[in-house]
């Protein structure tokens, strides 16, 4: 019995970091709803551990236009009349997408988001990297447009 209680313990106290460790779910929904046009297909809920660059791996397809956007918690500047209403967005973190060649394709160097044609079915990865050392955590949102023709 002590050894199931001793699990238990372990298990919440465990989990409890996780929980914490990446940003709310909330934000995650209200950064993926700022992209107007575009269909929603993944999320990168990134938690930054000593300044390190956070890799994800995806594959995109040719002939289609994606949308990568980034947001941090900590940048959200609020409207007082309505809490759910971003109204501008700090770079604290950037967001960078590469080739397979590890060539740089895109930034959002000088915005939160970018649209990025792609040119050739494969293999692409999302760099999110901390511009602070306040910024904890960041979300990254991949999204598409309508096919090219």
């Not at 309505?82 to 960078?96: E, R, V």
């Not at 895109?106 to 760099?127: E, I, L």
């Not at 904890?136 to 090219?148: D, E, H, I």
Request: aromatic share 14%.
């Amino acid at each position: 019995m002590k050894i199931k209680g001793f699990l238990s313990i372990i298990f919440v106290f465990a989990f409890s970091f996780v929980a914490f460790g990446q940003c709310k779910q909330r934000f995650v929904y209200e950064c993926a709803l700022q992209n107007q046009g575009y269909v929603f297909l993944r999320e990168f809920n990134t938690k930054f551990s000593s300044g390190k660059v956070q890799k994800h791996k995806v594959i995109l397809t040719k002939g289609y236009v994606y949308s990568l956007q980034l947001c941090n918690p900590s940048d959200k500047k609020y409207a007082k009349d309505n809490a759910t209403k971003p109204t501008g967005l700090d770079i604290n973190s950037m967001l960078s997408l590469y080739d397979v060649n590890n060539n740089i394709v895109a930034t959002t160097a000088q915005d939160s988001q970018f649209s990025f044609y792609c040119p050739k079915t494969g293999v692409y990865w999302v760099h999110i990297m901390p511009l602070s050392p306040k910024t904890t955590c960041a979300v990254g949102v991949l999204s598409v447009a309508a096919k090219k023709n």
